[in-house]
């Protein structure tokens, strides 16, 4: 796994939200629930993604927008729409048909408008300190135009929207986890683009090739030299490539990485007790996790579980 497949580690869609039929103007979609990234793609006609902080977006027939919460942002016809916002989010949809989600109330009484906008959209929950490394890249709203990889993905979206078949739901999840990830590749790729540091090094020949080792092994007891000998480098060949490109020496972004790892361990394997979880992240000594654990993330292990379970047991919303 290399260090951007690591970041989608829990980033899925479940449920998508979407439509078959059209959006006619004037409309006004405000979408309320501040989810941690929204995927937004046209199948046909165009509108403008207004984000809550930040500008808005133009997006046209099979181009799609990437939207960081938690901010909440609308899908308008055009700036300054006459229409009344109509509030949109999970608890919007209908389960209908085998569990497919089915937007009712967008368009006109259900029925196709020669010309309309189809707008299919993904929400992304992102937990963990993994895949939040994903949104720390991110601005407020990314686009991503026509004539990239993720066109033939939509072509795949506009067949299957069409249809009404079992499993519906999931192949659409899985079309969408697809078309997000060819959505952000290309945006990170884009000329004059400013992609994070991470992902420039994955090019590398001998950073690139170090970041792949450490995600694929970090428990294993590496060095700075038998980091370089298992690519085939010098010592001091390695050490400069990946500070140059990473921006860090290898020995501190492991220790990163782990603790990352091990973050995560603590709120999602409530049965791993601190030293299974300092083994698996490359410490033999629970004491010694635990400094480094409290240097990274300013509490140690046990401090930092019982917080985030605290926080999960939290209850969604208030009482106004």
Not at 145 to 167: F, M
Not at 226 to 250: C, N, W, Y
Not at 271 to 294: H, Q, W
Request: net charge negative; with cysteine; charged share 20%.
């Amino acid at each position: 796994m290399d260090q951007f497949g690591d970041v989608f580690r829990e980033v899925r869609a479940h449920g998508s939200v979407f439509s078959r039929a059209t959006l006619s103007p004037p409309f006004a979609l405000n979408f309320v629930d501040g989810a941690p990234l929204t995927l937004c793609t046209l199948l046909s006609g165009s509108g403008w993604v207004v984000p809550e902080d930040g500008p808005p977006e133009h997006i046209s027939a099979y181009e799609s927008a990437v939207v960081r919460g938690p901010g909440t942002f609308s899908f308008v016809d055009e700036i300054g729409t006459k229409a009344e916002p109509e509030a949109c989010g999970e608890f919007c949809t209908t389960l209908e048909e085998g569990g497919t989600r089915y937007r009712r109330g967008w368009m006109d009484n259900g029925e196709t408008v020669e010309g309309g906008t189809v707008l299919i959209v993904g929400a992304y929950p992102v937990r963990g300190e993994i895949s939040r490394r994903l949104l720390d890249a991110l601005p407020a709203v990314l686009r991503v135009s026509a004539g990239g990889t993720g066109d033939a993905v939509l072509d795949h979206l506009a067949a299957e929207v069409a249809i009404d078949a079992p499993g519906q739901q999931v192949v659409l999840d899985r079309l969408l986890d697809w078309m997000l990830v060819c959505t952000l590749r290309e945006w990170f790729d884009r000329p004059g683009g400013q992609p994070p540091a991470w992902w420039a090094a994955q090019r590398d020949p001998v950073a690139g090739e170090a970041l792949r080792l450490l995600h694929a092994e970090p428990a294993a007891p590496w060095s700075v030299s038998s980091l370089a000998a298992r690519i085939g480098v010098s010592r001091s060949t390695l050490a400069k490539r990946f500070a140059d490109q990473v921006g860090e020496p290898p020995l501190a972004y492991l220790t990163r990485w782990r603790m990352a790892l091990a973050a995560d361990l603590l709120v999602d394997r409530a049965t791993m007790t601190i030293g299974e979880i300092a083994r698996s992240v490359g410490y033999s000594d629970p004491f010694g996790f635990s400094a480094a654990f409290k240097r990274t993330k300013g509490v140690n292990p046990s401090e930092f579980r019982r917080a985030a379970t605290a926080h999960d047991r939290e209850p969604m919303g208030g009482v106004g």
